[in-house]
């Protein structure tokens, strides 16, 4: 089955940077366009960023654009997100996707 596992989070203090991997199993990861949302206590969540399936076209939200950088190898079956500069709005738990199948998402905390 279609599993998504996040990893890679933790607690930053602002201006710092943090890399979070999702390991895709149950399908043929480079068929599919993947996705970072994150939800922040108290917020809806929300799209982060997307990469198409062959990592040629990528779009960010307005508020990480610059920030973070996303990206994937399809050898091995990997989504990364690459946050830098981050701050303490970026707090939030962070998850990857594809389509309709969510990861359990992993806890990014900013603060000092």
């Known amino acids: 089955q279609v599993q998504l596992v996040e990893s890679g989070g933790g607690l930053v203090q602002p201006g710092g940077s943090l890399t979070l991997s999702c390991s895709a199993s149950?399908?043929?990861?480079?068929?599919?366009?993947m996705s970072w949302y994150r939800q922040s206590p108290g917020k809806e969540r929300a799209f982060v960023a997307v990469?198409?399936?062959?990592?040629?076209?990528?779009n960010y939200a307005g508020d990480v654009k610059g920030r973070f950088i996303i990206s994937r190898d399809n050898s091995k079956d990997m989504l990364y997100l690459q946050m830098t500069n981050l701050r303490p709005e970026d707090t939030a738990v962070y998850y990857c996707r594809r389509g309709e199948r969510w990861g359990q998402g992993i806890l990014v905390t900013v603060t000092s």
């Open positions: 990469i198409s399936a062959d990592s040629r076209e990528t």
């Open positions: 149950g399908f043929t990861f480079g068929n599919y366009r």
